[in-house]
């Protein structure tokens, strides 16, 4: 934290409106509660913001009360692609088809000889990571499924390409992944080749996803836990990696009309959904026994959480998935800042 010529208080503190901001996070308060189209929009607004407010075409990793915005992100820059094609279909709104477009043209510009992309922010120099190239490899088919516009999908064949290439015999990842070690939830990289293999009708995706997502499932306790399923606490992997694995065995199933995979989605998720009816919460970390090891929550963790208790329901019509799920973002939608008088954070 930088601090000014102010004493030991940083600069921060004179600006009432971070106060405020301080204060409502302090004693933990709650936006009112209103219809999902009006905290989507929200959601969506800040997000064309944190795209306008970038150097380039691609969309920044944060916004900081201390220092700014930053420079953008170039994983999640892929998945934000994703979002605005989905948001495109609910609204046909051809704004969002040019947000695309923007985004798709950086992502593409921004490719590694080898296929892959960086991991972190642009600004940084790091080596490409098999999580990283996977997330813009989603965005980039969406991309291409809504635009037709095939340099997507040859700039998707190359990601996928550098993604099969680096597998491991046994399905694992591990070389350009965190340390070298693999990781579960890269079973939604998995899903990523899937739909790559369903936009090309190329096997060897397909065959190097199923691989990956057989070897996850050698990594599950008899409890539905994953292990290898974090980068820095292994022992109790946080709700958005979780998250993370559930999603991927879940969109990998429903591809492929698997079973086991999706079961496997169904019986993790229903672990959480045990806890959450039964303690009105979801702490941010679980152990290997689905105790919850964090006196925190994982805001991110619960919004990917709730898509796939929503999918759920969908296939199973189990009402317990969609009445959690409502109630999950209920919760989700009281923690969303509101601010008309400060645009950098209205929405977030």
């Avoid at 998707?156 to 350009?176: E, L």
Wanted: a positive charge.
């Amino acid at each position: 934290m930088k601090i000014e010529n102010f004493g030991i208080f940083p600069k921060i503190f004179f600006n009432l409106m971070n106060i405020k901001l301080v204060i409502q996070d302090f004693f933990k308060y709650n936006s009112k509660i209103k219809s999902n189209t009006y905290h989507l929009e929200k959601s969506i607004k800040w997000l064309i913001h944190a795209k306008q407010i970038s150097k380039d075409d691609g969309v920044s990793k944060s916004y900081s009360i201390f220092e700014g915005w930053g420079t953008s992100y170039i994983e999640t820059s892929g998945y934000i692609l994703k979002t605005f094609c989905d948001y495109y279909e609910f609204s046909r709104n051809k704004y969002f088809l040019k947000m695309c477009k923007e985004i798709a043209d950086w992502e593409t510009s921004i490719q590694l000889p080898s296929g892959g992309y960086r991991g972190g922010v642009i600004s940084e120099s790091n080596p490409p990571g098999i999580f990283n190239t996977s997330q813009v490899l989603l965005g980039l088919i969406w991309a291409f499924n809504e635009l037709k516009n095939q340099k997507y999908l040859d700039v998707a064949i190359k990601a996928g390409n550098f993604i099969v290439a680096n597998q491991d015999n046994d399905g694992a990842w591990r070389k350009y992944c965190y340390i070298n070690c693999p990781t579960t939830f890269n079973v939604r990289t998995a899903w990523a080749l899937l739909e790559l293999s369903r936009a090309t009708n190329d096997e060897k995706y397909k065959k190097a996803a199923i691989k990956n997502l057989d070897w996850a499932l050698t990594q599950m306790n008899e409890l539905h836990w994953f292990y290898n399923n974090d980068t820095v606490d292994v022992n109790n992997p946080l709700l958005h990696l979780i998250s993370y694995t559930i999603r991927g065995f879940l969109e990998s199933g429903m591809i492929l009309n698997n079973e086991k995979y999706i079961q496997t989605a169904y019986k993790t998720s229903l672990r959480l959904l045990n806890y959450y009816e039964k303690f009105g919460w979801l702490p941010a970390r679980f152990n290997y026994r689905w105790v919850g090891r964090a006196n925190y929550r994982c805001l991110t963790g619960e919004a990917q959480l709730s898509i796939c208790w929503l999918k759920l329901y969908k296939l199973t019509r189990e009402e317990k998935f969609l009445r959690n799920a409502i109630d999950l973002n209920n919760s989700l939608k009281s923690k969303q800042i509101i601010s008309k008088k400060w645009a950098d954070i209205d929405g977030a």
